[in-house]
Every structure is written in C-alpha cells, then in structure tokens.
C-alpha cells in the first residue's frame, strides 16, 4: 500500500469479507433470555452485572477484570459479560459472531460517546441484530449537564444513522436507584424477549429514557431475592 487511499479501499474489501463470513456464520443458540453487555474497559459492564443479580459475583476495578466471555446465571435469564476490548480482531473471529448472532438482547454500555462502540454497531446493523445503548456513569455527569447529555446522545444516533437501535438508557449502574431509566430498564430485561430482532422501530418517542418513578416499589435488580447460580 502506497498512500490513503489504498489504505481505505483495503479497509472497505476488509470490512466487505467480515460482513460476507459473519452472515454464513452459525448461529449458537441458547435456551431462555440470554442478554450480552458490551463495552470498553471502564465503562462499568461488570458493575452493571453486580448491581442486576443484586450481589458481587463479577469482579470490578479500574483496567480490564473480565479476561473472557463470562456467563452469570440470574432466574430465567443469563447474563453474558465480555472483554472491553473494542477493536476489530475481539470480534472479528467465528466464535465471537457465533455468540453474539445468538443472544436474546445486546446492551452496549457507553459513557461519553457513540463513537466508543461505533465499530460493534455497525457490525450488529450489517447482521440485522438489535441492540439498547446504556450510558452508564450518568452520576458523573453534573446535574445541570445531564439534558445536554442526552441531547448530544440522541443526535449521534442520527447522524450515524443506527439502524436497530431499540432503546437508550441513562443510568448509574453503581447507584441503582438514582435516576428512574434503571427501573425502566430491569422492567424492559424482565419482560419475556419475542422476535426481538424483527421488532424495531426508528421513532424516537420510543425510546426509554426517564418516565418511571425511581421510588417504585419495583426491585431495583433482576432478582427480587438472592440467586446462588451466580
């Protein structure tokens, strides 16, 4: 390769034979709701799978904890915990198309941008598969910011034109019950999963963002009482 262009053009045949080999690919197929969460180092997947089954069974802390593929086992669901690796090779192999083409949903944690899970997105569009997006860290976010926040979320998904975009979420996975999305969001995963990747929709009424009361009386995890599965 010579110049840029030639670079470009060989990231567009390479791009071209993984969408080709990831649609042959075979699908692995689970029973019951299998939900994957996905997201760089950092961006609190493992905090959010604590928080969900309602105790410490991933491990946490600053730099990448989850080493492989990790299955956390809640009642009537699995969660899938994965790398926070977002480069084209984590996902660019058999097995890893196999696991996600396989999944019942896909939460793709962000904290500040798209662009973070930009590649993954375009690969879940390309395979038709539907995902949510998760802006995890909102407590970070100063109060009088959050509005501005969401905005900047909701026109990058515009602009970059997500296809199967189902929902947006804007939680604090270390502080469940802070803001009223993470209510909305267990209620969302609890709900019995039909035909999930043929039920999308673009509007964005109906995206789920902040209309439940976070003083319900709903649990603020998955399970209501502790699981030993996990």
Known sequence: ??????????????????????????????????IGIF???????STIVNSLLGKNVAETGVGETTK?????????YTLWDTPGRNDELTYSNEKYISFIKGLTRRLILIQYTIKENLNLIRLFDDLELGYD???????????????????QIQREIESFRLKLKKNVFFISAKYPRMFPSWLEMVDYLTNECVDYDNSFTTDTDSDTSSSSDSNSDSSSGLNSDTDDDS
Do not use: P, W
């Open 1 to 34: 390769m010579k110049s840029f262009d030639d670079v470009a053009k060989y990231e567009k045949r390479r791009q071209k034979a993984l969408s080709k080999l990831a649609h042959k690919t075979k699908t692995i197929k689970r029973q019951g709701n299998n």
């Open 39 to 45: 997201g760089l180092t950092s961006t609190g997947k």
């Open 68 to 76: 492989e593929i990790t299955s956390y086992h809640g009642t009537g």
């Open 133 to 151: 997006i998760i802006a995890n860290k909102f407590d970070e976010i100063d109060e009088d910011e959050q509005s501005k926040f969401q905005c």
